[in-house]
């Protein structure tokens, strides 16, 4: 059974940083891709970024020059770093990790940029 723990979030000014991590356990695939969504309140789920075990990335718009998503293979944790944030990119973060045609989810972690 895949098992994915976030860790990472909090309150940070805007124009702030954070370092989200989420370490999965369990049998990972070579063959998986992981990453980050974020569900903002009264609004739906939504894509943030997503890393192969490759390296390939890919990144939602809105967080394209601020956000990067890496990844260590050999720990199986993947990290998404945070620069410049923006109130709007208060959400809940959830880490997501699809292989074999199975999606799982970790708990998701609070992330709220405020003054």
């Known amino acids: 059974q895949v098992q994915l723990v976030e860790s990472g979030g909090g309150l940070v000014q805007p124009g702030g940083s954070l370092r989200l991590s989420c370490a999965a356990s369990?049998?990972?695939?070579?063959?998986?891709?992981t990453g980050w969504y974020r569900q903002a309140p009264g609004k739906q789920r939504e894509l943030v970024a997503t890393?192969?075990?490759?390296?390939?990335?890919n990144y939602a718009d809105s967080v394209k020059g601020r956000f990067t998503i890496s990844r260590d293979n050999a720990k199986v944790t993947v990290y998404l770093q945070m620069n410049s944030l923006k109130p709007e990119d208060t959400a809940v973060y959830y880490c997501?990790?699809?292989?074999?045609?199975?999606?799982?989810w970790g708990q998701g972690t609070q992330v709220t940029v405020s003054s």
């Open positions: 997501h990790l699809n292989q074999f045609r199975n999606d799982y």
């Open positions: 369990g049998i990972i695939s070579r063959l998986s891709v």
């Open positions: 890393i192969t075990t490759g390296g390939s990335t």
